[in-house]
């Protein structure tokens, strides 16, 4: 089966400074990778996600994220961050084809202040 | 972009009522829906997968007569929390399979509290 780990609960960060948000994943076969973004009291919104192809993928709110599958990663980046972009963060794997369910992380509160 | 809608977003119950939540895809047909649950600063455990028009496929540990789910058509799914108690409390969240692509959308999440 797989699973993912998100080693970072909490990450700090002053404004406009940039961000890396950790993400390993474990699977014996092929994977897809989501990163899903979380406002208090809200639902989840996908920010960016690997199915194949280029393992550098961008997504929504300037954020990025580059799969690598050498050391089973796919760890969010953002260059510069904002005041707004405080929130829970989710990481999640799911096996290819689409039958397959989406098993998340334990999630990385991003905390930005000025 | 597709929308997934939840409601009640927010529900406050009296202990040993039934609550139901529900979940719709509004402009796309969702053959597949799950639903999650998610304690405080926590992640989010998949309850339940729910099929159009069978029966839905729980996880371990998950009581199937508790948490009530149908699938009634291709863009609604229902929780039905049954006989709720104080530990039921929680942030319920669904997401909607597209069919044609596969792709997953989420709820707002609806948050149930129940006295």
């Not at chain 2, 202990?15 to 989010?44: H, N």
């Not at chain 2, 948490?67 to 609604?76: D, G, K, Q, R, V």
Request: a neutral charge; hydrophobic letters at 35%; aromatic letters at 12%.
């Amino acid at each position: 089966a797989q699973s993912v780990t998100q080693l970072d609960s909490q990450v700090p960060v002053f404004e406009e400074a940039p961000v890396e948000l950790r993400c390993n994943y474990s699977s014996s076969v092929s994977v897809y990778l989501f990163w899903y973004v979380q406002y208090p009291n809200q639902g989840l919104q996908l920010l960016l996600k690997y199915l194949s192809g280029s393992t550098l993928v961008k997504g929504i709110n300037g954020f990025e994220a580059e799969f690598n599958k050498s050391q089973t990663s796919f760890h969010l980046r953002k260059p510069s961050v904002h005041i707004s972009d405080t929130a829970e963060y989710f990481c999640a794997v799911k096996l290819s084809g689409t039958a397959s369910k989406l098993t998340f992380g334990t999630g990385t509160r991003l905390q930005v202040t000025l | 972009g597709a929308v997934v809608s939840q409601h009640p977003s927010w529900v406050i119950c009296k202990s040993g009522t039934s609550v139901k939540i529900e979940c719709r895809s509004l402009d796309f047909q969702a053959t597949t829906m799950f639903w999650y649950r998610q304690f405080p600063k926590q992640s989010l455990m998949l309850m339940a997968t729910s099929n159009e028009g069978s029966k839905a496929t729980y996880e371990q540990g998950v009581e199937k007569d508790k948490f009530l789910i149908n699938h009634a058509s291709l863009t609604l799914s229902t929780l039905t929390v049954t006989s709720a108690h104080p530990e039921d409390s929680s942030f319920y969240i669904c997401s909607a399979q597209r069919q044609e692509t596969g792709e997953l959308f989420f709820g707002e999440g609806s948050r149930l509290t129940v006295l």
